[in-house]
């Protein structure tokens, strides 16, 4: 089947090459031919003509009376007809069978009276064939007073060229015959290594790595068969070194204590290691070629997925499998040289001791908070006793007010891990609503106004037309809003806090910031850490816990938002919230 057809096809394309070469060329030249034919009888009996033209202007007497025109028609085969500006015949030769006084219709005839000489082919009915006629003005006295006609038949012209033409398509035919007996022993020739490149080509596929092509010429099908040989061995060697790599990947792979699974763009799995199956407790067979989403565990994993696909970006979660908790990582793959997305790479990792670890932190602090609340309680009362009803010496006073300040620090302190502690554990609901921003920022700024004078702190508030309203929960938006406008009161005395909204792509987003001590760039990253303080003098006056920054992003995200801030250093501080515009 490959020999007869790439014989066939070499041997159609060089036979038809040369066919369509020798049709183009043999049409040029007969074009050119017939042309040139053409111009030099149009210019023979041009100048013929203008002869008689001359010798019947200075002597027409001699023509009218004797048969001098008859002979010089018969000299250049052809008919002379002279006629005046009416067309009526003048002198015309006797084979015309034509007669002086009659009347020839030429409708060339003024142009020739202006000096021009016409030459045309044209159909005549008086002679009933196509002629090539010429037409020449006739002067007498520098008058242009008669015209001359003479009129050839065209059929002797084309006669002629068909000859030509028949001569030119026998020897095309003839070169073409040729050519193909030519054509098909070469095509055999070059097809035979082309053929056996095939044969060395089909053993590479089957994995067959030792077929080598014999060279026997340097031309390029030599040089081809060579560079085929060489692409042979190469191709043996990367195999080789891509089996190695293959290997070394594996054993590293069944060597790591993480699950990793690799799927492609359709969500069927490439590779998986053992791990990955003993962290799904065996319950799905990480075949080949199976869909990860026919796993109620790995089903899990969908909406990563499609970020992924949707994004090209790494992504991060967690999922559970049975009593255990599953950290998931989800990568992308793309093509090094195109950046095209050839599929996913998923690592698992057993968390559950730290999701444990975590949650017994979570307990420890809550216990303790309950246990601290109580006696807290009672100290507040009694220094609260003390400060009204005493009438103790000016120390006293003052010892029962450090008390009172510093349960009142303890209780604020406790009430605020157990408001983490609420957070963390998931404890709280949110009811969520349509609330008016406007009339939040009022009520803040009424609670701060006796703050803010105090602080010689001005205020400003500015609301886009599209951004009046944000779904939250209303108490505990209230309560974010008021943890950051009590932490710039701390540091922005004399300076301005202002408080604005506005509608993105990405939900509302609501800013507060401050005109005061700003905050330094390595601080940023930890600011809603808990119990991290900017302000490492732990000052009383400048500060609070360390955890209400803390509180606000816990409770962000509880909203499905998000919170960052940005600072210069004794500039600004502004903390920049985005709530989602839905439901």
Known sequence: MFTKSIVAKLWITIVS??????AFAGFGLFKIVDKFYYSQITKNITYQGKQIATLYGNYPETFKSNDELNRFSHVINAHTIILNEKGVIQVCNASAHLSPGMVFKEGELSRIFQGEIIVKSDFYDHFGAEMLSVGIPVQKGGQISEALFIYTPVEPISATLNSLRTLLISTSLGFIILASILAFFLSRSLSRPLIRMNQVAHSLAQGDF?????????????????????????????????????????????????????????????????????LLDNKLVLEKGSCFKESKDLVQLISFYTHVLETREHTSGEIKVGEKTISVRLSPLLEMNSGQLNGLIIVLQDITKERKLEEMRREFVANVSHELRTPITLIQGYAEAMTDIAESPEQQDNFAKTILDESNRLKRLVEELLELSRIDSGVISLEKELVDIDQVFIQIRNKFEGALKETNIAYECEIEPNAKSVWVDRFRFEQILINLFNNAIHYAANGVIKLSSRKTDKGIEIRVSDTGKGIAEEDLPYVFERFYRVDKSRNRESGGTGLGLSIVKNLIEAHEGNIKVESTLGVKTEFIMVFPDKI
């Open 17 to 22: 090459i040369l066919a369509v070469t020798l």
């Open 210 to 278: 030792g077929q080598r092509i014999t060279v026997n010429s340097s031309d390029e099908i030599g040089v081809l068969g060579a560079s085929f040989n060489y692409l042979s061995g190469q191709l043996n060697k990367n195999i080789t070194e891509l089996s190695l790599e293959k290997e070394k990947v594996e054993n590293i792979l069944k060597g790591m204590s993480d699950g990793v699974i690799t799927i492609d763009t359709k969500g069927k799995i490439i590779l998986a290691n053992p791990q990955a199956q003993r």
